[in-house]
């Protein structure tokens, strides 16, 4: 290799090498593309409190973003309420609906699909651990319950153990 006068690097044919068609050829960090607002929601949240969340995995952290009670817009826009800035998500992508159940997702006639597990849809229920895929973000559903009375000790029905019984009977 030489350099020239502005710092310019020339590469010569031993320097070449043939890229592997299966190479990454971009580093992709989904945390990078969420705005601070969707930032500073998600690090007020603990983990294990109860409610329904989306979690944005990034190579070396995860961030669990709160859904609140209204209907959420997820896109490129500004006005978008979970704010995906990349040019593979739709300015207007998807809509995210509270229901008795859960959560409905419903595709906003975005350009590349809303697809939940691997399968494009218009809307469906979202169900605990559904992977929804938004352009090149991966979110990950996630609904934590209030535990029940009991639920989880030894001999509840929880677990799946019988509780002890007591000698003679």
């Given at each position: 290799?030489?350099?020239?006068?502005?710092?310019?690097?020339?590469?010569?044919?031993?320097?070449?090498?043939?890229?592997?068609?299966?190479?990454?050829?971009?580093?992709?960090?989904?945390?990078?593309?969420?705005?601070?607002?969707?930032?500073?929601?998600?690090?007020?949240?603990?983990?294990?409190?109860?409610?329904?969340?989306?979690?944005?995995?990034?190579?070396?952290?995860?961030?669990?973003?709160?859904?609140?009670?209204?209907?959420?817009?997820?896109?490129?826009?500004?006005?978008a309420g979970l704010h995906l800035d990349d040019s593979s998500v739709s300015h207007r992508h998807a809509i995210m609906v509270p229901s008795a159940s859960g959560t409905q997702i419903l595709d906003d006639r975005s350009l590349n699909g809303t697809f939940?597990?691997?399968?494009?849809?218009?809307?469906?229920?979202?169900?605990?651990?559904?992977?929804?895929?938004?352009?090149?973000?991966?979110?990950?559903?996630?609904?934590?319950?209030?535990?029940?009375?009991?639920?989880?000790?030894?001999?509840?029905?929880?677990?799946?153990?019988?509780?002890?019984?007591?000698?003679?009977?």
């Amino acid at each position: 290799m030489t350099s020239e006068s502005d710092d310019t690097m020339i590469a010569t044919s031993d320097t070449l090498t043939r890229p592997s068609i299966d190479a990454i050829t971009e580093q992709f960090d989904p945390l990078d593309c969420l705005d601070s607002r969707d930032r500073r929601r998600a690090l007020a949240v603990e983990p294990g409190e109860p409610g329904r969340y989306v979690q944005v995995q990034g190579p070396d952290q995860a961030l669990l973003i709160p859904l609140g009670e209204e209907v959420l817009h997820v896109g490129r826009g500004l006005a978008a309420g979970l704010h995906l800035d990349d040019s593979s998500v739709s300015h207007r992508h998807a809509i995210m609906v509270p229901s008795a159940s859960g959560t409905q997702i419903l595709d906003d006639r975005s350009l590349n699909g809303t697809f939940v597990n691997g399968r494009r849809i218009e809307h469906v229920e979202l169900r605990n651990d559904d992977v929804v895929t938004i352009g090149r973000f991966e979110l990950r559903y996630m609904q934590i319950e209030t535990p029940k009375r009991g639920e989880g000790e030894p001999g509840s029905a929880i677990d799946g153990s019988t509780p002890p019984q007591s000698p003679g009977r």
